[in-house]
């Protein structure tokens, strides 16, 4: 149950960079929720090292930290397909 929590956590959060991110992003509902997920992860173990909490809980730092690690992995994800 934890992981289908974690992972519809992370579709919101990448959902969420989506909407904060500027401008038109050509990434597909499974890179958003791959991108949120590595974004939910970043935000756990850096929420986990500043001691909030466990990785795997949801506190208000850990979401904030995902949310911006997801923006910055949309950006970077986009940067590296439109050389393509």
Known sequence: MAII?????????GALA???KPGKQN???????G???VGSLIGGVIASALGTG???ELNI??????IVAAVLLI??????TSKR
Do not use: H, K, P, Q
């Open 35 to 37: 991108l949120g997920v």
């Open 75 to 80: 950006g970077i994800a986009e940067s590296v």
């Open 27 to 33: 990434l597909s509902i499974l890179a958003t929720l």
């Open 5 to 13: 929590g974690f992972l519809v956590f992370g579709l919101v959060v």
């Open 61 to 66: 730092l850990g979401s904030i930290v995902a």
């Open 18 to 20: 989506r909407l904060i």
């Open 54 to 56: 466990d990785i795997w």
